[in-house]
């Protein structure tokens, strides 16, 4: 008989996991708290952008014209325990307010109004990003509450989803990890898993510590990677070097490899930031605190380009302030190919220069609408053209291929000053001089 799937969450990573459950031909169940979120995907639509998730959705969700009808959404946790097998978790852990830890209480939630209602064999299976040690204490939890007892397992299955790629990183993952107690999981994660599998994605078995470990470990490694080549851009612009060409040089070396090597105005969005800084909260209440001071450095580097970023604004504007001056910032998301602007380091630096004085006037091709309800203070305009129109210095923040294409001369025929700055490190700075603009970029030469 064909397992059963329900999702409980349909944020980014829910939504995304069951439609994509849905492709792999599992009847799929989503469950979400929010009428309004439950009535737009049930419609077909996604209440975020994420190249390739809607028309994913639209081929699935029942009622559809063309759909397999295999996916449905509820708010009933009743609806979801009787129909489902296995049951992902999909909740978001934000950072606490005011503090580097990992809140959790929307994860308990969902434990908590769901288990109640398992009277059946059930596998729960966490897929957010929790500090170590929250299965063990999650799975006792479950057997506690659950009329089904020890016949409702827990696993973990953490997520590595890209923004921009999650539909790809889904369907065709890199490798998959489960934290298991028992062969029983792990034989239905197998099933679940079987096509991907199949296809030659590597499945990691572990217990519950390490496959915990495992996500926030890959997120700090690739923070450190980031903040290591922007370290390197600090070092070569007070030696007069180019970190471009260091990080192509370096990036040869297949220890090292050449991705996120590009050195820039550094990362933001809503997992990076806040789970290097739970991971270190974690770490330090289990006393391994010395084990990750290394990450206070990276974070360190990390928000540093974005004030960086600011004074070279400064600089161009002629350095004694922002006062009287029009700001063109290109880029609101956090990267390109999403509309998510949490922790976004581009509106970090628009917002800064705001405070300080000037007209920041901002453009994103999805992620305005987000970035008005975020900082409504800010200018906005329709098109990167408008943005520039009668500015003194253009910032280039967010690296979307339609900024790379951009014509420097017709630019230059609307901004007030010809002075870009590549926060990047993805444009071509040729064209941008020989148009007439003064180039910049972080850790490069100035001409």
Known sequence: MALKLTVIGTGYL???????????????????????????????????????????????????????????????????????????????????????????????????????????????????????????????RLAELAPAGDRAELAWNPEFLREGFAVEDTLHPDRIVVGVASEHAEKLLREVYATPVGEGTPFVVADYPTAELVKTAANAFLATKISFINAMAEVSEAAGGDVVK???????????????????????????????????????????????????????????RRAHMVELAREACGGSGFL??????????????????????????????????GQVTVYDPKAMENARRLFPTLGYAASALEAVRGADVVLHLTEWQEFRELDPAELGAVARGRHVIDGRNALVPQGWREAGWTFRAMGRPHA
């Not at 489902?84 to 580097?100: L, S």
């Not at 908590?112 to 398992?118: F, G, Q, S, T, V």
């Not at 490899?257 to 739970?278: E, N, Q, S, T, V």
Request: glycine share 10%.
């Open 14 to 140: 829910g939504a995304t996991h069951a439609a994509a459950m849905a492709e792999l031909g599992f009847e799929v169940l989503g469950l979400d708290i929010d009428p309004a979120k439950i009535e737009t995907l049930s419609a077909g639509r996604v209440p975020m952008y994420e190249p390739g998730l809607e028309d994913l959705l639209r081929r699935h969700v029942a009622g559809l014209p063309d759909s397999s009808g295999r996916l449905r959404f509820t708010t009933s946790w009743e609806e979801v325990a009787a129909f489902g097998d296995i049951h992902f978790v999909c909740v978001n852990t934000p950072q606490k307010h005011g503090e580097y830890a990992c809140d959790m209480s929307y994860v308990d939630s969902a434990f908590e109004l769901l288990a109640p209602h398992l009277k059946q064999p059930a596998l729960v299976v966490g897929k957010s990003t929790v500090p170590v040690g929250s299965a063990a204490r999650l799975a006792a």
């Open 246 to 304: 260091l990080a192509e040089a370096i990036g040869h070396d297949e220890r090292i490899g050449k991705k996120f090597l590009r050195a820039g105005i550094g990362f933001g969005g809503g997992c990076l930031p806040k789970d290097i800084r739970a991971f270190m909260a974690r770490a330090g209440e289990l006393g391994a605190d010395q084990a990750l001071t290394f990450l206070r450095e990276v974070d360190s580097i990390n928000m540093r």
């Open 324 to 357: 009287g001056k029009r700001i063109a910032v290109l880029g609101a998301a956090f990267k390109p190919d999403s509309d998510d602007v949490r922790d976004s380091p581009a509106l970090n630096v628009a917002g800064q220069i705001h405070l300080q004085g």
